[in-house]
């Protein structure tokens, strides 16, 4: 079974520039997650996804950041423009929802984003 | 707002010696627990997982117990090798029922010295 794969593995931009991340989640995964992980910390999630619904993105700041994720299988994630302070790995997970249970979450390999 | 709190954050052991990583946590209706470990430059992996339901779970040398009373669970890890070098996440989901959204912990980096 594949895992969740992310594009790119690094990326190196100038700042107020805009950036996109992309994620497949493992086949037949139904939840998405979008995190933030700064260096040192655990990892923030930034936004989750049921299907193609965004379910929770409490956390996602709206004024730079977006998401989407349509026919419910791929998501990209967006920055514009991008500041220094977003410098961070960006990782992906996926998970499969069957009424209340719920599998455990996998994680993609994440993409370091440098921003200068 | 929900929080994890994980300590130590780093921890250097002897091979074979055990190690224990503590984390407390502050949303009373969480019901899932789960440990990552984290290899430089790798992706989070699942290590074990704990419910509500249970105090305590084994996996050959890695063990998690659970006390809800005192929000606190803590990962063991006995007669510890050169590869259990990693980063260690723990992690609270959020929220009764099943929200999916998880809480992770500061991290603890574990050393094993050969």
């Known amino acids: 079974e594949a895992g969740v794969v992310q594009s790119p593995r690094y990326k190196i931009i100038e700042k107020k520039q805009p950036v996109a991340f992309w994620c497949n989640p493992i086949?037949?995964?139904?939840?998405l997650y979008w995190y933030r992980q700064n260096l040192g910390q655990g990892p923030e999630l930034l936004i989750r996804?049921?299907?193609?619904?965004?379910?929770?993105d409490s956390q996602l700041p709206k004024d730079r950041f977006s998401a989407e994720r349509l026919k419910g299988v791929d998501s990209t994630l967006k920055i514009q423009p991008a500041e220094l302070g977003d410098s961070a790995v960006y990782l992906c997970?996926?998970?499969?929802?069957?009424?209340?249970?719920?599998?455990?979450?996998?994680f993609g390999p994440g993409t370091r984003l440098t921003v200068t | 707002g929900e929080n994890v709190e994980q300590h130590p954050s780093t921890l250097s052991v002897q091979e074979g010696d055990s190690a224990v990583i503590k984390c407390t946590y502050s949303?009373?209706?969480?019901?899932?627990f789960p440990w990552y470990k984290q290899e430089l430059g790798k992706r989070p992996q699942l290590i074990i997982d704990?419910?509500?339901?249970?105090g305590e779970k084994k996996d050959q040398r890695i063990a998690v117990t659970l006390n809800k009373t005192a929000k606190h669970f803590s990962l063991h890890i006995t007669e510890t090798q050169p590869e259990d070098s990693a980063v260690y996440f723990c992690?609270?989901?959020?929220?009764?029922?099943?929200?999916?959204?998880?809480?992770f912990g500061q991290g603890t980096t574990l050393q094993v010295k050969p």
């Open positions: 997970a996926s998970s499969l929802r069957s009424g209340q249970r719920r599998t455990e979450q996998y």
């Open positions: 086949s037949g995964h139904n939840t």
């Open positions: 996804y049921e299907n193609e619904e965004a379910v929770d």
């Open positions: 949303d009373s209706a969480s019901n899932y």
């Open positions: 704990i419910r509500s339901n249970v």
């Open positions: 992690a609270a989901m959020a929220g009764s029922g099943n929200t999916g959204k998880l809480i």
